[in-house]
């Protein structure tokens, strides 16, 4: 058996990028892994990740691979095949330890799916990271940052750290209608389940009624707006989606002690 020599590394506190179009000659094997994390990005043709008892997989276009430190890194061009692939090294800031949450393939090894239009952000973080900006190491971790969070839309355990999936289309359907009229019934056909379904998950997850929540982050919004712009009581209450003045006024003061016209002055 021939003897594999360890394929070396280094580990940067800013991310270190590389674009790679392979032919079968191509390996990598570090059993050791390496000191920071690795994220790969096949653009086309496949790549093989082997773990150490000898399972397999191969990539395809549009998926992303991460590798923890010290995991087991063994990927190559199949044989016979070619292999164009992105990938960063990097090492994470704190706040990211959610968005590194992948589905596992085997220890240490994390694969998403799904990732076709993620390529231009991939392209970018690698201009970024190689350009000759003085600011390169700061584009280079920004364009990871955005890159990561982007993955995250696709990562099947995300839902599981941010609710049910029903809830999260109302939520998001609240926060794109704020300024238009908006009732239960409305938000449940968005949300794809019933109304009775829609205000028991609500209830269950975020505590309070779906018309609450609603009223919540209209009132949420107007202190924003309140706050930074030079906008009249008119036509931040039509913003925010109620009828009047009047009205929002009267909900305002109830929900924060205070009238639109005082908090402003705060």
């Known amino acids: 058996m021939a003897i594999r020599s360890v394929t070396p590394h280094r580990t940067s506190a800013t991310p270190i990028t590389g674009h790679f179009k392979t032919r079968d000659d191509y390996a990598v094997w570090r059993p050791d892994g390496t000191d920071g994390y690795l994220l790969v990005y096949t653009v086309a043709g496949h790549g093989r990740f082997t773990s150490p008892d000898g399972a397999m997989f191969e990539t395809s276009a549009g998926e992303l691979v991460l590798v923890r430190p010290h995991s087991y890194d063994d990927y190559r061009t199949p044989s016979g095949g070619r292999w164009d692939l992105l990938w960063v090294q990097f090492v994470p800031r704190a706040d990211w330890s959610d968005l590194l949450d992948w589905p596992a393939e085997w220890r240490g090894i994390h694969r998403l799916a799904g990732g076709r239009n993620l390529l231009p952000m991939m392209r970018r973080l690698h201009a970024d990271a190689t350009g000759a900006d003085p600011l390169r190491d700061r584009l280079a971790t920004n364009a990871l940052e955005a890159l990561l969070l982007a993955c995250d839309r696709l990562n ?14 109302a939520l998001e359907y609240v926060a794109a209608k704020l300024s238009q009229k908006l009732t239960v019934a409305g938000l449940a056909a968005a949300a794809g389940i019933s109304p009775s379904r829609l205000a028991h998950l609500f209830r269950e997850e975020l505590g309070m009624s779906v018309m609450h929540y609603i009223e919540m982050r209209r009132i949420e919004r107007a202190q924003q707006l309140l706050a930074v712009t030079a906008l009249t009581i008119k036509q931040i209450a039509e913003q925010v989606g109620f009828d009047t003045p009047f009205y929002f006024s009267l909900r305002f003061k109830k929900a924060t002690g205070l009238s639109p016209t005082s908090y402003r002055r705060k």
């Open 156 to 169: 099947p355990n995300r839902q599981h750290r941010r609710g049910n999936p029903h809830v999260l289309r």
